[in-house]
């Protein structure tokens, strides 16, 4: 008995049903129900009016929808109001309104929300005072299955066909009863097929089945991870593309050290600046010179230290006496000084003295002819004149003078006065200012016109003093201007250079180096003897550098993209080159790069 395979599957029929908009429920009134007639805007009185801007979120006008007062709400739309032209946007403001149990309105008269308002439910109005009414939603597929009612011509097995078949009939027999097999429910309708064993089917009675594998290349793609990986590659070749930029371009540098045979010559020169010549003479060693001056006015202000009395000055009689051993007659004049103890009194009028007479013992004696009594005035006003009678010293020697009362009369009133030695002291301190800015002026006032400043040459002129008050003049205080004109003279370093390079020619092989630094702009200037503001005599100091003379910007071309025995051999055949070494950096390059700003030469200069 042959094995039998039985094979059941489930068919079940359903017709297609398509989706239909979400239906959202009013509370009151419903929509499902007749339309409710509301009253006009105009004639209810808890109503308010919200008006919208063209800018206005939903959010936004869902809060001012909940903050309203009136329980209908008119929403006034301006033109193209873009925020309700979404069905999602209507849905949440009336379900807004529907929770916060307000009536809302739409007011507006564009065309384009009248199937969005019919759609959600939403009361529509073209002006505040109309009656608003939902607009009608527009037409939407039917879920009932389609009516077919055309005739169909349907040929059974015996391939006759059936002219009155009845559409309306089949439609509601199962398919498996049109096949003419008894009918199952439709959720329990199974086929049955009956094949024999395998074994007992003859190679003609199998069918020809190929089973079909699923072919995982013709998978849909994703797209998304696609595109990530196409986003992320590209990434990746920009970083290796702008890496590989920076480290074969940005990073690579070159650093050439040249050693060569050059030397320092020293020279030492002595100079003469003037003014008057007009070109400089190497044989002569004689330089032009420009000077630069400029007057510089200072004031010093001393308190005055002099003291002067005047007050009144003592007077009083002197007797004048000749003791003159010739016995000649003397004659004392007036104004002659007479001297007591430090103090000098001045004789009023003149003394006619006779022959002198002495003693027997050698002793003067005074008579009426042999003296005189004169009135004598101190010769500086003050108490201190004021002494009692004593003895006078005469400038004449045979002449004795002696005083019988006391000078009187002497008052003292003591004043400051000028004294010469207030004004030395402003002078000093004028002179010891400190003039370095003014050497710093005169240097850049010659730079400014191209020439080489000699601050050995900087020279004050005379003085031109004048004070506010002369010496014995009374007075506190005495204030010394001083006008003083500096000078300091400058010279062309082409003339210089004259001089500097024919001394070091003398001194190098002409031949073989040549001068490379000549040292003029760092020479240093000593001053030999004094100047004046137009001559000066000057020794210079100047270092010069003389060896191969070698262009750095002909190197870089020369040595650029080459390696580094390419460079050492190119460099080492350049007369006066002794050695060359050639630095790459970072480690991985190994040529001079041929950017010419990433090579630096590095040209040793010739220790002292």
Same mark, same amino acid.
């Given at each position: 008995m042959?094995d039998? /395979?039985?094979v059941?599957?489930k ?6 049903k ?17 339309k ?7 004639s ?10 063209v ?13 309203a ?8 739309l301006?033109?193209?109001?873009s ?9 949440l ?6 929770? =916060?149990?307000?009536?809302l309105?739409?007011?507006t008269s564009? =065309? @384009? ?12 109005a073209?002006?505040?005072?109309s009656?608003?009414e939902i607009?009608?939603?527009p037409?939407?597929?039917?879920? #009932?299955?389609? *009516? ?15 002219e ?5 009939a089949?439609?509601q027999?199962?398919?498996? #009863?049109?096949a003419?097999t008894?009918?199952?429910?439709? #959720? ?18 199998k ?25 992320l590659g ?13 480290? !074969? ?7 050439i050290?040249?050693?060569?045979n050059s ?8 100079l003469?600046?003037?003014?008057a010549?007009k ?7 004689i330089?032009?010179?420009i =000077? ?19 007050g ?24 002659? &000084?007479?001297?007591s103890?430090?103090?000098? %009194? ?5 003394a ?15 008579y ?12 500086k006003?003050?108490? @201190? ?10 400038? /004449?020697?045979?002449v004795?003078a002696?005083?019988?009362?006391p000078?009187?009369g002497?008052?003292?009133?003591i004043?400051k ?29 010659? *730079? &400014?016109k ?5 601050? @050995? ?24 201007t001083?006008?003083?004109? %500096? !000078? ?30 000549d ?5 240093t ?8 503001? !137009? ?13 191969p003379?070698l @262009?750095?910007?002909?190197i ?5 993209g ?6 050492? *051999? ?12 050639v630095?790459?950096s ?7 790069p ?5 090579? !630096?030469?590095? /040209? =040793?200069?010739?220790?002292?």
């Amino acid at each position: 008995m042959s094995d039998k /395979i039985k094979v059941t599957r489930k068919v079940t029929t359903k017709s297609p049903k398509l989706k239909s908009p979400k239906t959202v429920k009013l509370k009151s009134p419903k929509l499902d129900s007749p339309k409710p007639k509301l009253a006009t805007m105009s004639s209810t009185a808890a109503k308010e009016t919200i008006y919208v801007d063209v800018d206005d979120e939903i959010t936004a006008i869902i809060d001012r929808v909940q903050q309203a007062k009136g329980k209908i709400i008119a929403l006034v739309l301006p033109k193209r109001a873009s925020v309700m032209q979404s069905v999602v946007n209507m849905k949440l403001l009336k379900r807004t309104a529907e929770q =916060a149990g307000k009536h809302l309105v739409l007011i507006t008269s564009e =065309a @384009s929300l009248l199937p969005l308002a019919g759609i959600v439910g939403m009361y529509m109005a073209e002006t505040p005072t109309s009656k608003p009414e939902i607009p009608p939603s527009p037409d939407r597929p039917s879920d #009932e299955p389609e *009516q077919v009612d055309e005739p169909m011509d349907i040929t059974d097995n015996s391939g006759t066909a059936v002219e009155d078949f009845d559409s309306d009939a089949a439609a509601q027999t199962p398919v498996g #009863e049109l096949a003419g097999t008894p009918a199952k429910p439709a #959720e329990e309708a199974v086929d049955e097929v009956v094949m024999e064993s395998s074994d007992e089917l003859t190679n003609e009675e199998k069918p020809d089945v190929v089973p079909v594998k699923k072919n995982k290349k013709l998978a849909v793609p994703n797209f998304d991870k696609f595109r990530l990986r196409m986003f992320l590659g590209f990434v990746m070749l920009v970083v290796l593309v702008a890496g590989w930029i920076f480290a !074969t371009k940005v990073l690579p540098k070159a650093t050439i050290a040249i050693t060569t045979n050059s030397q320092v010559v020293r020279s030492n020169v002595n100079l003469t600046l003037d003014t008057a010549a007009k070109t400089a003479d190497t044989e002569n060693k004689i330089i032009p010179a420009i =000077a630069q001056t400029t007057p510089k006015t200072s004031t010093q202000q001393v308190a005055a230290t002099g003291q002067q009395n005047n007050g009144e000055k003592a007077s009083g009689k002197i007797t004048l006496t000749n003791c003159s051993s010739s016995g000649d007659p003397i004659t004392v004049p007036a104004g002659t &000084g007479l001297t007591s103890n430090g103090m000098t %009194y001045i004789t009023q009028s003149t003394a006619l003295l006779e022959t002198s007479s002495f003693s027997g013992g050698g002793v003067c004696k005074s008579y009426a002819d042999t003296s005189a009594t004169v009135t004598v005035i101190a010769l500086k006003p003050g108490a @201190s004149y004021n002494i009692d009678s004593s003895s006078f010293t005469s400038p /004449i020697s045979s002449v004795t003078a002696k005083s019988t009362t006391p000078m009187s009369g002497g008052t003292d009133n003591i004043v400051k006065v000028v004294s010469q030695s207030d004004i030395d002291s402003a002078k000093s301190k004028i002179a010891a200012q400190d003039t370095a800015q003014l050497k710093k002026d005169l240097q850049a006032a010659l *730079q &400014g016109k191209g020439l080489l400043p000699i601050p @050995s040459t900087f020279i004050a002129g005379d003085q031109q003093l004048t004070t506010s008050a002369n010496v014995g003049d009374t007075a506190d205080t005495v204030t010394v201007t001083a006008v003083v004109p %500096y !000078t300091m003279l400058g010279i062309h370093q082409a003339d210089l250079r004259k001089l500097v390079v024919a001394s070091v020619n003398g001194q190098i092989d002409t031949k073989k180096q040549k001068i490379l630094d000549d040292g003029v702009a760092k020479a240093t200037f000593s001053q030999q003897s004094p100047g004046t503001p !137009t001559t000066a005599t000057v020794a210079v100091k100047a270092q010069t550098v003389a060896g191969p003379e070698l @262009s750095v910007d002909d190197i870089k071309r020369q040595v650029a993209g080459k390696k580094e025995a390419a460079v050492k *051999q190119s460099l080492g055949s350049l007369p006066g080159v002794t050695d060359v070494q050639v630095t790459y950096s970072p480690f991985w390059v190994s040529s001079v790069p041929q950017d010419m700003t990433k090579i !630096t030469i590095d /040209i =040793a200069k010739p220790t002292n």
